[in-house]
């Protein structure tokens, strides 16, 4: 039995897989902030370099990577997919379990792949500054990675929670030349806002994105880079699928079910997605796809439909997502990536559709998963991660119970090098469950954008 599938660079994908024109309807456009009318890509322009704005409204169902980033590419990529033998042994279970592995990036985690990107094209336009959120850190150390490679001043506006929880990421984006602020901050508009209603605010990624989006904003030399959500990350994450796809073909296997945790959907996408076109286009109708999401924000499996910016004050285009408000914070849980109130619209679409199943679960579960892996696997993954390997565990064991050789693909979105703490709390019986109220989420619904902007 084949164990794990290397692919050489040449095997590097020389073009990113754009799912928009194979959508089973058309794609509700982001709003201007301002107007609530729709977009226009000029509209961004003050935001975002150039070819990311023509990325994000791109039709073309295939977008050639430039060489410049491919080569970047080959210091981690591609990244292995590994038969998970061990854990089907411990579980008991007939299924074959396959994961593609996030965490060999210099960052850790599969985030690289598009900030990679973003800082190259920033810096071919002369951009000298970049700013960003990051919830637990993945997103500003693979930003704060990148804009080393191309000389660029990164600024990172950190969830207070996860800033707190997890300080040796802020070390990793030191290292790499980034200043780090736990966000809210006093140094903006909307972070001195949210400090005034709450002095103690564990913050959240909306709040973060607000703080760099205002800080990008009042700089000429600056332009903010988003790690998540939008069309033009989920594109870029595809390299993930694209080489898992090749993989699995070489392994002689196609997944039955192919499963990653979801915070906005990047890393969920980028696996998903060049699976999905086989099931769009007929060739695999029978391809699960599920979405795992944490119970202490969850988006896919209780939010609305609705527009909804994308930062807490306002500052960003609604999209027409799956909510649960912007003025939504989450409980502190360790996951912090996906502590966000929104999903992207591809992804959201997709599941109205029927093509995507959510599952929300709760923390110590998740934990509980990820030590089984570790002790079985021996890695020990990123709590966001964990996510997306509990949906697997249950698959594997629904397969047991059904006496059916499934075959089940996941993703593990980084390492869990920085997350010992979180580790250390399961172990001694002290990680608790935040829940969310129906009520909490009725509230913090009633701050949408205009009813006349919805579909």
């Known amino acids: 039995m084949r164990k794990r599938v290397l692919l050489s660079e040449n095997d590097l994908p020389d073009r990113w897989y754009n799912i928009i024109p194979d959508l089973p309807a058309p794609l509700p456009g982001p709003l201007n902030p301002a107007t609530l009318e729709p977009l226009k890509p000029q509209d961004l322009a003050e935001l975002l370099p150039q070819k990311i704005i023509e990325h994000e409204f791109t039709r073309e169902r295939w977008v050639d990577i430039p060489e410049e980033v491919r080569e970047v590419y080959k210091i981690w990529r591609p990244s292995p997919l590994v038969r998970a033998s061990q854990l089907e042994r411990s579980l008991d279970t007939p299924a074959r379990i396959y994961f593609k592995y996030e965490g060999v990036s210099p960052s850790g985690s599969h985030k690289p792949n598009t900030a990679v990107v973003q800082a190259y094209y920033a810096a071919q336009e002369g951009v000298r500054r970049l700013t960003t959120e990051t919830g637990a850190g993945q997103w500003g150390s693979a930003l ?133 076109q086989d099931r769009l286009n007929g060739d695999r109708p029978h391809t699960r796809f599920i979405a795992a999401e944490p119970e202490a924000c969850p988006t ?127 172990l001694a019986g002290a990680l608790e469950n935040p829940t969310v109220t129906d009520e909490q989420i009725v509230t913090s619904l009633s701050n949408l954008p205009s009813p006349a902007a919805a579909v």
């Open 300 to 426: 896919l499996t209780r939010g609305k439909l609705a527009y909804d910016f994308a930062d807490t004050a306002g500052l960003t285009p609604p999209l027409y997502m799956h909510t649960l408000g912007h003025d939504f914070i989450p409980g502190s849980i360790h996951a912090g990536g996906l502590r966000y109130h929104g999903d992207a619209p591809s992804l959201c679409l997709l599941k109205e559709h029927g093509l995507i199943e959510a599952r929300a679960f709760p923390q110590t579960d998740v934990f509980e998963a990820a030590v089984r892996f570790a002790r079985s696997e021996g890695f020990v993954i990123a709590p966001e991660s964990a996510h997306g390997l509990q949906a697997a565990v249950i698959e594997a064991l629904a397969a047991r119970e059904a006496g059916e050789q499934r075959v089940i693909l996941f993703n593990i979105s980084g390492h869990g090098n920085f997350d010992l703490a979180a580790f250390d709390a399961f």
């Open 144 to 276: 704060s990675f990148a804009g080393s490679l191309f000389g660029l001043e990164v600024n990172v506006y950190m969830v207070r929670a996860s800033f707190e929880q997890k300080p040796y990421r802020k070390s990793l984006m030191q290292s790499w030349g980034a200043q780090v602020f736990a966000s809210p901050t006093s140094r903006t508009e909307a972070g001195r806002a949210i400090l005034t209603r709450d002095p103690e605010s564990s913050g959240s990624i909306g709040i973060a994105i607000s703080e760099a989006v205002e800080d990008a904003l009042s700089r000429d030399d600056t332009k903010f880079a988003l790690g998540s959500i939008m069309n033009n990350v989920l594109l870029h994450q595809s390299v993930i699928g694209l080489e898992a796809k090749k993989q699995m073909e070489i392994m002689g296997d196609y997944p039955d079910a192919v499963i990653a945790c979801v915070g906005g959907g990047s890393n969920f996408a980028g696996l998903t997605y060049p699976f999905l």
